[in-house]
């Protein structure tokens, strides 16, 4: 069974930095494709980063480009989200994503399996 397991949202002010963790329960995700979401209240979910098999291939929602940086480190099955600069407008519950290919994908609809999900809180 897939799990992803997210971890280290939290509350801080703006400008602060926070690193998020997804936990894979698979080796299989190894080879796959990995992203990171988040919901706002109110709206949709939406696109902040993914990453390739292997890390060395990355895209990122305009938004976030030169303040969040995804990596992962495949021998402890895990996906990081680094968040610098924070802004209020960061304000949401970021998800962990993972797909059947090796490739990053920016849409939802290209992702089979999903965490929980962790609340970031940025205050102004």
């Known amino acids: 069974q897939v799990q992803l397991v997210e971890s280290g949202g939290g509350l801080v002010q703006a400008g602060a930095s926070l690193r998020l963790s997804c936990v894979y329960s698979t080796r299989l995700l190894d080879n796959a494709g990995m992203g990171w979401f988040r919901q706002a209240p109110e709206k949709d979910r939406e696109f902040v980063a993914a990453?390739?098999?292997?890390?060395?291939?990355?895209m990122y929602a305009e938004s976030v480009k030169g303040r969040f940086t995804i990596s992962r480190d495949n021998a402890k099955t895990t996906v990081y989200l680094q968040m610098n600069s924070l802004e209020p407008e960061d304000t949401a519950v970021y998800y962990c994503?993972?797909?059947?290919?090796?490739?990053?994908?920016?849409?939802?609809?290209?992702?089979?399996?999903w965490g929980q999900g962790t609340q970031v809180t940025v205050s102004s």
């Open positions: 990453a390739n098999w292997d890390g060395r291939s990355t």
């Open positions: 994503a993972a797909r059947g290919g090796p490739l990053a994908k920016p849409a939802e609809s290209d992702y089979d399996y």
